[in-house]
């Protein structure tokens, strides 16, 4: 069955967000434990759903106050330290061209997710839209990735899931979609593959070769 429908991970696959992301984590981590957290801590961590986060690295349950400290230092340095990742928007506008839906799985909120898509000037491209706000279980559970198939009315063998981590990877691959690891991930392209992606990507554009 050809390829109708991509859906796309936010941070660190079409949105660049690391820096902002690992400044926010050192920033809200300071001064909350005994140790002092570095990048090399915060990386591998990435990509999963913020709260979840939070608890790892504190150890604690209740890490509502620390959300909100995240929360209030990633929206005021967003503008700043986003931006999109390389041919990210012509490959969108070539996708469209073919008739190809697109869509986002992300363990943000809506919120973020929002500027992050308006400030690159791709969110016209996503038909829909599914954030943390719109599940009980983030990824790696594939409940977003079903709901974004639902919301399309596309079967999963119509869909591929293209993200930066493995949690992107296991989400899709439990919801029956096909997937596409990015090299430009973080945590490195030997890390994506260890997750068995159907496909690896080294540039936005090699995607065109996939989705035909």
């Given at each position: 069955m050809p390829i109708t429908t991509v859906l796309f991970d936010l941070d660190g696959t079409i949105v660049d967000t690391n820096e902002l992301i690992v400044r926010s984590f050192?920033?809200?981590l300071e001064g909350e434990t005994e140790r002092a957290f570095t990048r090399e801590d915060i990386i591998p961590h990435m990509g999963f759903a913020l709260m979840e986060?939070?608890?790892f690295f504190t150890g604690q349950e209740q890490v509502d106050e620390l959300a909100v400290k995240y929360r209030t230092f990633n929206q005021s340095k967003h503008d700043e330290l986003v931006t999109e990742f390389p041919h990210v928007p012509e490959v969108l506008a070539e996708l469209a061209r073919r008739?190809?839906?697109m869509g986002v799985v992300t363990n943000k909120i809506r919120q973020t997710t929002l500027m992050g898509l308006r400030l690159c000037g791709i969110e016209s491209y996503m038909e829909t839209i599914v954030t943390a706000d719109d599940v009980a279980r983030g990824k790696p559970d594939p409940e977003a990735v079903?709901?974004?198939l639902e919301q399309l009315g596309v079967a999963?063998?119509?869909a591929l899931m293209?993200?930066?981590s493995k949690y992107d990877i296991i989400a899709g691959r439990d919801a029956g979609v096909?997937?596409?690891?990015v090299s430009w991930s973080l945590k490195g392209e030997e890390h994506l593959r260890s997750f068995?992606?159907?496909y690896i990507i080294h540039d936005m554009k090699d995607l065109l070769e996939i989705v035909r």
């Open positions: 050192l920033h809200t986060q939070l608890r008739g190809i839906r079903l709901k974004a999963p063998e119509e293209v993200g930066d096909k997937t596409v690891g068995d992606p159907d």
